[in-house]
Structure formats: C-alpha cells, structure tokens
DNA sequence: TTAATTCGTGTGGACGTACACGCAAGAGGA
DNA sequence: TCCTCTTGCGTGTACGTCCACACGAATTAA
C-alpha cells in the first residue's frame, strides 16, 4: 500500500506535486507528471479511503427516484428501507441519500422528479426504470452521472448495477405454485394493476405460457373490477379457480372475494410481502407470496454505487434478483430481511 | 456529529481528557468524567471511524472458526464466500478474516482450531456452535472476546449476534411442501446424517409433528444406508413417498434412488442449495430444497461483529434467517445471493 | 526535608489526502 | 527598469482520533 508521501519521495518531489497530478490539476511539469504516472502505476497506488473521506467537505450524495411510496405502499417503502439501511452504514462514512418521488401514472413527472435530484447535486442516483421513455431522457441529460436499476431494468442503457428479478422466472414459479397440488384447477386468471408494466406483463405472459398446455387464461387489469368480480364469481361454481395478481394487489383482491364468502374457491398467488399481503398469507385467504427483497434491492444498490465511486473502477453488472417463495409456514418474523 | 475537540471544548478541557475518559483510561477526575460522559451522551457521539481507522497501527482482525470446508461443502464454502465479501467491503478500512477449521466429529477439535485463532490475537470471531461443549469452553477461556454465532444458536450463551434459521419453522415448511398436492403420500421418512445436531433435530421433530395428524412418519440415521433403502424400497410399491432430508445430503439420496430407478416414487425435501442438490433439483430428482441463506449469514455476521467493534455499544441481538423455499423454477442463477 | 510517586491534565505528533497559499524564476508589456 | 502574469513547485493546515509524552501539583516514602 504505496502512499502519496512515498511516491513523492520515490519522485524527488513533494506530496503537493503528487496530489496535482493525480488530480490532473495541472501546473507540473511534463517530466515530473510522466514520472510520478509511471511510479504510481508500477506499485499500484490506491487512494486511501479512509484519509480521503475524512475531510468533511467532500459528502457523498445518492439521489433516489421512486414511486411515491403511498401508492404501493408496502414494496416501495420496503426499498427505501433498504436505502436507508445503507445510509446507516455509510454515514459514517459521510455519505447521504436524499430522495426524490414521481407518480407512475404520469410519464412526465419521472423526468421532473429527476432534475429535482440533480439540482441538490448529486454525484449517483437509484432509480426503477419503469417509465422508460423518462429514464432515457434522464440519462442523456445527465450522462456524467452515474446510477443503478432497481425493480426493473432497460436493455438500451447502461447503469452501473441492475438489480432486478426476472420476471419470466417469477411467472413459471407462479404457474408452478398454481400447479403443485395436480390439476385440480378448474379455471386461471391473471390480473394486473398498471396496464403496459413490464414486469406485470412479462410475469403474466410466462405464466400463461406455462399454464396453456392442460387449460386457458384469462388475462384482466384490475380497472374493471364489477365485471371482473362477475366472471371470477361465475368460475368458482364449476370448481376451484386459481387467480395470479402480477403486482402487489393480491390482498384487495382476496379481500374482496373473501367479503363475497367465496374466499374457499381460489388459489391466489401474489407478489410482494406487503403488510396486506402477509396477513392474508397467515390468514390463508392467500395461497403463495413471490418476494423480490426490495429491502436488499434497495440496501445493495446504494452499496454498489457506493463502491463504484470509491474504487472509481468497478465492472457495470446485472444481477438478477431471487425468486422467493413465500407460504403461511415460512413468513419470515421479521422485515429486517425482505 | 459532534467531535472529540468539541466535547472538550464545552466541557473546557483538552481533547486528550475527553479521549482518555472514552476510552477508559482512568486519570481523569470524576467531576470531568461525569460531565465530559454527559456531553457526549447528549449530543449523541460517535467516533469517526474514518479517523479512527486511518492509523494503519491497528488492524482489525476477525476469526472464522468453521467445519472443514470439503466436508459439507456447499453450506460452509457459501457462508464462506460471504465472510470473504464482507472482507472486501471492509478492507479499505483495515480489516482482515483469518480462518481456522474444526472437525465436526471430533469435539476436541474445535477448541484446538479456535485457541489456533486466538493465537494470531483477533478481536472477534464468528463461529457455528455445533459443537457445543467445546464452544463453552472457547467462551469461558476467553470471556473479552466477543463472537457471533451463524448456522445455529446456544441459548445459554451470549453472542453479539446470533443468525439462524428457526429450525422448527424449517420443519413446517417442509411439511407443508410434502403435504401441498394434496394427500397423496402413502409414507414419510425423515433422514439426518449428523445424529445429535441440533438444527437436524429439531427440523425432523418439527416436520414430523405436523405430519403426525395424518400419518406415520419414520425418522432415519444416514448411517445405515443398507436397512434405509430396503425400507424405503419397499414403502414406494404402496405408493408415493416423502422424504425429508434435514441436513444437505439430499442429492446423495436422491441419486441412489435414482441409481434404483425408483426417482419417480419419492418425493425428497432437502436443506441447502449445494451444487449437487442444485442439480437434482433442476433435474427434477429433489422436489423442494430449503435455503437458509449461507452467504448473507458470513457477511451479515462480520458486518455485526465489525459494527460492534466500531460503535462500542451494539445491543446483543438474535436475527432470524428466512427459511428460502426453492423449487425447479426459482433456482437462482447467482450463487451471489446465497 | 528531600526524593520519588501518583494524579490530572495539556501538548503534539501521526495516519493519508486535499487544497489553499506562497514563493521563486521567467516571460511579456509599458 | 518596473510591474504583472504565468509556471512549477513546496509548505502548511485541516479532517478526527489515538496515544506517547511532558509537566505541575499533590501525595507518599525515606
């Protein structure tokens, strides 16, 4: 571990001279820069994270851009969890995280919420690309910036990390799930929130694809309830009804059918452990829980940045997220874990 | 944040009283002490660990203290990468792990490999207290230096931390898993390898009590495999058969009922996503595999002991692994995650 | 009474980096 | 010739903590 005293001394210069150079803050000579490049290169100089963090002035700063955390409460809060976990961790390391929220149903609101972050000046930012047209025109604003995927990712850009379950593997767990007690099924739906989701979509496809071969879907978004609620009464007479809700709704939905009396006749599977959610697991109102561990999303993201702007070199990856299985046996205690 | 030279600066010393009553190093009148201790709770200090860490004099150094790797090699090697993880997050900040590894069939061995610990002075050590005598005795030997315990707990001890996984909860899940196609199962078995380990025990006992209301359930030592598999045999042309394997060892179970060409009449649950079990399950040969998360339970418990360290105070705390549930289809791609 | 010890406290590095400042030498313009 | 501006470099200090050392005063021992 070669430090800047050393190489100085190494150079014949002082550590002043050393720091302009590896700064590129100029006013050295053309020898001395090439000289002090070469011996810090040959001992594999490495910044001491320690002594640079220490002065004050320099704070890190992380931007995160997400969905109000009202409208999905538990899964997006459960994220921010995670964030803050990692804030925890870092402080010490004068790091912050400041936050920034949008509306998911309006596209333009994602760019807004963006520049909002950008104006507190952050050096990397986290966000769930689900509104694609915005993130790429976030990107191109800011290319200097860098930043993480959660939730989701987008094939035509570049972040550092992407964080993010595959949604073909959730939705044959799902079918799976639906399955395992033979075919007793008499009929299948899916149903989604937000029309057009990527995830949503893609989780209820693969689901379909798997379920085709021995019985027929049938796909709904959730707007039209009452005449959703009809067709769902209708199939549970000819027999037991499974129904996978792509998004974090499934416990409106077991609700609503358990309020009809008619909780016995479905399987649900669902997505996200939200307090909603678990309780209707552990009240057996709903069958199967996929978890996506927003809470590990959330703190890994931030980590990820964290080491990236650190290490300034640092390889971009994507990393899928587990498929987890929850079922009334196995709820975990507590949500330190999601 | 408050610093050191400001504690001093209200309480009108110099910053090496206030150091000296921090860190207990006596020579400070009591009036001093009782006021600098009073500012400082005040104001909520905490040491900068970036200054504290800067002098490269003190290294930290935490022990791992672990069955033999090859031995049952998934489990521990994951956890293993886990501990390595963490000491990458933590080297930039002069921490180091060292290892030392116990025979989990001699019981004499895990003192001997943990006094090998202690003879290169760590701070703290993680461990499995498997073998639980020699962990009393390791504890009692060296009462100042705290450990945290992963894989399995010792309630008549105090580890700063303690990650497990509920043993009980395991059993259940587990029988659920069985039970979910409906009851279709004409026998159950549970085996165990390690007779006497507390986590094969306790799974097995939970497992068979939620089985008992409908049927028998056997429960099997792995060391007579001659009498198990004609057993075995012999229950699967009256039907399909459970079997819970409590321990990793499922795929070598599964491989010899394959050998047999009987794979198609038994239904096998195991624990931990070994590269063997991996296989089968994605062959189809295991029906369900429960995770107990080996990589986050290595680095979770450094982050503790290292937070522990830092902070000073830290609440002792028992954290509970989630009982993963992976099928054919949730296989994750990344051992990463484990 | 004098010397030795103890107690309570302050001082001043050191850790490695960042950065403001200052200083000398040379260039250019009036 | 004097003044200013630039270039190349060194110095000094701050960041917060740790710790060795020093120093006066009080206490004890001889």
Redesign the pocket.
């Known amino acids: 571990?070669?430090?800047?005293?050393?190489?100085?001394e190494k150079?014949?210069?002082?550590?002043?001279?050393?720091?302009?150079v590896?700064?590129d803050?100029?006013?050295?000579?053309?020898?001395?820069?090439e000289k002090i490049r070469r011996i810090a290169e040959e001992n594999g100089?490495?910044?001491?994270?320690?002594?640079?963090?220490?002065?004050?002035?320099?704070l890190l700063r992380f931007g995160a851009l997400m969905p109000e955390l009202g409208t999905e409460y538990g899964y997006w809060q459960q994220i921010a969890n995670g964030l803050e976990e990692a804030k925890r961790e870092l402080e010490t390391l004068n790091a912050e995280i400041v936050y920034s929220f949008f509306d998911r149903k309006d596209p333009e609101s994602f760019v807004r919420a963006g520049e909002v972050l950008f104006s507190s000046d952050i050096d990397a930012y986290i966000t769930a690309p689900i509104l694609a047209d915005g993130m790429r025109e976030l990107a191109s604003r800011h290319p200097d910036v860098p930043y993480a995927f959660i939730d989701s990712s987008l094939p035509d850009l570049s972040p550092i990390f992407d964080f993010s379950q595959d949604p073909i593997a959730a939705g044959y767990t799902a079918a799976r799930l639906m399955r395992l007690p033979g075919d007793d099924l008499s009929s299948v739906f899916t149903i989604q929130m937000h029309k057009g989701a990527f995830n949503g979509e893609m989780r209820a496809a693969a689901f379909t694809d798997r379920m085709r071969p021995c019985m027929q879907v049938e796909n709904f978004y959730a707007d039209r309830w009452e005449e959703m609620e009809e067709r769902l009464m209708k199939a549970s007479q000819s027999g037991l009804v499974g129904i996978f809700v792509v998004d974090d709704q499934a416990s409106m939905i077991a609700r609503k059918l358990d309020a009809n009396g008619a909780a016995g006749h479905f399987r649900i599977v669902g997505f996200d452990l939200s307090e909603e959610n678990r309780r209707c697991l552990s009240d057996g109102l709903i069958y199967a829980i996929i978890g996506q561990r927003p809470g590990m999303q959330g703190h890994d993201a931030v980590m990820a940045l964290y080491n990236h702007l650190m290490h300034v070199s640092s390889p971009r990856e994507r990393l899928s997220v587990p498929v987890d299985i929850y079922i009334r046996e196995n709820i975990p205690e507590s949500p330190h874990w999601l």
């Open positions: 571990m070669i430090t800047i005293k050393e190489i100085a150079a014949g210069v002082s550590a002043g001279t050393v720091d302009r590896l700064h803050r100029g006013r050295v000579s053309p020898e001395n820069i100089y490495v910044p001491n994270q320690l002594a640079r963090r220490l002065q004050g002035s320099r």
